[in-house]
Structures are given as C-alpha cells and as structure tokens.
C-alpha cells in the first residue's frame, strides 16, 4: 500500500468518524428536545398504527408508511419504550442521518469546510428541528433518500458494485417510510449508473435489487391488510386502499393542481404557499416583520453572490447531478400535495449551498457575511424550540381542558363531537363519547342522553342548539401549521317557549 493510499485511507476514517460525531448529536437534539405530545391527527394515526396496524381504519392512513410503523413497533416490542417515544426516536433518527449524509455528501462534491457550514445550517433550519422533533415519516424518509444519495455519489465515484447496492436498499426504505417517494428514489439510482456508463446488466441488477428492497415491505403490508377483510380479493386490497386515500384528495384545490381553476389568483398562491414557502414557512422568516425584512435581504444577497461570484465547474457537476431528482420531488408535491414545508425537506440543503457558496468565496470580510445565515437561523429558531418543546399542540391542550372538567368517572356521559381534533381525543381521553363528525340523525339519542356536548366545529349550529365558546388554543405555524388555531364550544340547548 502506498502512502497515499494510506492517507486517503485515514482521511476516509476521519470523515466517517465526524459524520457520526455529528449523528450522534443531532440524534440527542432532537430526540430530547421532542414535543411532549402528539401533534395532529397523522401522528396519532402511526401511533394507532404501531399498536393494531390496521390501513382500513385509517391506523394509520394509507398508503402505511410501513417501515415507520415497524420502527415504532420496534421500540416498544424490544426496548420496552412508549409508543410515543418509539416514534419520537425514529424521526429524531431520520433527522440525525439527515444532518450526517448531508455533512458527507457535500464533503465529497465541495469541500469539509463547506460541510460543516452547511450541516450545521440544516441542523437548526426550523422546518428541519420541527419535523426532527415530531413523530411524522416525513424526517426518517428524507434521512432515507439523502443516505441513498450518498451511497450513489460515492458509486460513481469508486464504482464498486456494493455502493449501489447500498443505494437500492436505502431507497427502498425511503419508500417503503413514505410510498409516494418511490419515483424520487428510482431517478436517484438511475442517475450514477447514467453518468457511469455502466452496462445493461449493472442497470437491470440495481433497480432489481430497488424492486425486491419495496416487496420486502409492501407485501407484509399488503398480506396483512388481506386478513382484516379475507372476503376481498388478494390483488385489489392494496390498490383499493391507496385509491380510497387519494381519491378525496381530486377534489380538493388545496390540495391537487388539477383541481383548481388554474386562474392568475390560484397558480400565483400556489406558488408563494411551496415555493415561496421555502423561506417564509421553511426558514421561518415569516416570525416577524423585522425578520421577513432581514431574510428578504440576506437571501437576495446570497443569491446574487452565487450568481456573480460562487459558480465554478465543481458547482456545475453538483447541479446536473442533483436536479433531476430534486426537480420530480419538487414537482410530485407542487401537483399532489398541501405547501407544508415538511414535504420539501430535501430542498434545504441544497438552498444552503447556494446561500453559503454565495458568501464563502467573497474576499475578506465580505465573505464574513456567512455568519449572517446561521445567526438569523438560530435567532428564528430558539422561541420556536422552547415553545415546541414546553407546550402541546392546541389539539391535545383542548382534549387536557375537557380532562381537567371531568373526571375519568363522568366521561362516559359527556358527548364529544370533534371533526377536527376526533382522533387525539381518542388517544389521550377515550373514555369520553366521542363523534368525529356532525351529528346526523342517527345521532339524536346520543345527543338528548349526554350530560353534556362538546364541539370545535362551529358548523354545529342548529335550530335548537348554541354554541358558546369556551376556550381557544393556538401556537405558532412555523412549529406546525395544521390545527394551529383550535377552538373549544358548549353545545347548549335551547329552551322550548
């Protein structure tokens, strides 16, 4: 062996050894920093799930998310954890494999010096410590991906045959933790045996070995919904499942493109609620007028830069091996899904290049300017964490108010019609009646025997009802958008004259 082979050796054990000096932190961050309580009705979903997997009874929604669900029943079957915690230590994990492969991926393409800025921006971007810190899938796939990422530069790199391998499995797992990501992580192995020339065999191996990483999830999956209703067929159950989920979605403009008008009004909100949600929702510059003004700013600069300063051969090589991939992901949730900013985790490092990559040639000192990006991360992001971190989401503070009414012996005679926060009282109070829609009249005995009626849908009203509202619970977006502002009523009756 020669010496620099030895080198190369030692600075590979090095690399490794602060990539996992950086897993183990971010692990700890997030996982201890976690929210004390389920935050909406996904998260109660997949801890549902991991105690009756059941995809017919939305436990969780599909299309099942089944290696999440595996994770958190990992936990609770050999470690002998809580389900919540379970699920909080799989995301916190996917967070901290995100935070390393990315440290990796942008020492190998750049330089360690641009990994360490840009790993240490992503660790405290607020829709990564947000997503890091709450039991979704969203966090362990987009860890999932970017490990598969790392394993197909690397590939293309050495050419060994075991990398890609690697990059099959782990793709595998980043679908089999979120199934719609499956398109993205097909282009993500195609792209290193593209710009490897490698032959057809090499080809039908890596996506063979794709295929056969998804049936190692998919069919479990599918044979176990197959037992809930054996009176259906073997081949529909799965299909039927996954269409059932979409299907409500069509007609929805929120959330599926095709179901909007497509006027100047609608493309140009959808544009600033995914793409222009990167910054304002993303990086959280949307906390403060001051803030706005500041990001406004420093982005613009840091564009700019890049633009005029930062663009050299090495950035281009990153581009043409990162858009493809990073385009079809853009695209999948523009089309199909809500502008929540978890569904564009992967789109942050990438944004952090450009931003860093603007500042860090600049000649001294402008090039100090870099220091603006974390410090404006960090001063957005510490409220953000404490109040994530101290408080529970308005969902379950609403069911905690009804709880502190009642005691556990009287719940069984109070009406509970919750639309919107149906499932987290299911979780944490079950012992009252608990309706998830507008009473029909089916429900009419319920309602004239219960000892008292409960709602937050202000829909509820009626000729012979009123509502009078009793409490309001709400936190900021940027820790979570959904079910942010929840409102609490007592349902009286009115007196007949």
């Not at 860090?360 to 000192?365: D, G």
């Not at 101290?390 to 009406?415: F, M, Q, T, W």
């Not at 009252?432 to 309602?447: C, G, R, S, Y």
Request: include cysteine.
């Amino acid at each position: 062996m020669t010496s620099t082979e030895m080198e190369q050796g030692d600075s590979g054990q090095q690399s490794v050894m602060k990539a996992m000096f950086l897993f183990l932190g971010a692990f700890a961050l997030y996982f201890f920093t976690h929210s004390p309580a389920l935050d909406d009705i996904d998260a109660v979903q997949f801890a549902m799930g991991v105690r009756s997997f059941d995809l017919w009874h939305h436990q969780p929604h599909p299309p099942g998310y089944p290696l999440f669900i595996f994770f958190g029943w990992l936990g609770t079957r050999f470690f002998h954890i809580g389900t919540e915690s379970s699920l909080y230590c799989a995301s916190a994990f996917g967070g901290a494999l995100f935070i390393a492969a990315w440290f990796s991926i942008i020492r190998v393409q750049f330089s360690e010096r641009l990994a360490w800025w840009v790993a240490s921006c992503l660790l405290i971007t607020p829709v990564v410590w947000m997503t890091a810190t709450k039991a979704v899938t969203d966090m362990l796939a987009a860890g999932f991906m970017s490990a598969e990422l790392l394993a197909a530069i690397c590939f293309l790199k050495q050419g060994k045959r075991g990398l890609i391998v690697w990059a099959a499995l782990l793709g595998a797992a980043a679908a089999g933790t979120r199934p719609q990501l499956f398109p993205v992580v097909a282009i993500v192995l195609g792209i290193p045996l593209k710009k490897g020339c490698v032959n057809a065999k090499t080809w039908w191996f890596a996506y063979a070995v794709l295929v056969a990483g998804c049936l190692t999830w998919l069919l479990p999956m599918w044979y176990t919904q197959w037992q809930l209703r054996p009176d259906e067929p073997f081949w529909r159950v799965y299909p039927e499942l996954a269409y059932g989920q979409w299907r409500w979605r069509l007609n929805l403009p929120s959330v599926y493109i095709g179901a909007g008008d497509w006027s100047p009004h609608y493309l140009g909100m959808r544009f600033v609620r995914h793409i222009l949600g990167w910054f304002w929702k993303g990086f959280g510059f949307i906390q403060s007028p001051r803030v706005l003004a500041a990001g406004i700013v420093l982005t613009t600069c840091a564009v700019i830069a890049y633009f005029r300063f930062g663009r050299e051969a090495i950035d281009q090589r990153f581009w043409r091996f990162h858009a493809p991939w990073l385009l079809v992901d853009i695209a999948i949730v523009v089309i199909a899904l809500p502008g929540d900013q978890r569904y564009y985790l992967m789109v942050f490092p990438p944004l952090l290049v450009i931003m860093l990559r603007g500042f860090l040639p600049l000649p001294k000192p402008w090039n100090l300017a870099a220091i603006c990006v974390p410090a404006l991360l960090l001063y957005i992001l510490v409220p953000l964490a404490i109040e994530n971190q101290r408080d529970e989401a308005p969902a379950v503070r609403l069911v905690r108010y009804l709880e502190k009414l009642y005691p556990p012996s009287k719940r069984g005679n109070v009406l509970l019609v919750l639309p919107v926060v149906c499932r987290s009282a299911q979780w944490y109070a079950p012992q009252f009646k608990i309706l998830d829609h507008v009473p029909t009249a089916e429900d009419e005995e319920v309602l004239r025997n219960a000892a008292a009626v409960f709602t937050d849908d202000l829909s509820l009203k009626r000729k012979d009802f009123y509502l009078i509202e009793l409490a309001i619970f709400r936190r900021s977006m940027l820790i979570y958008p959904q079910n942010r502002r929840v409102r609490l009523y007592l349902v009286a009756r009115r007196r007949s004259s």
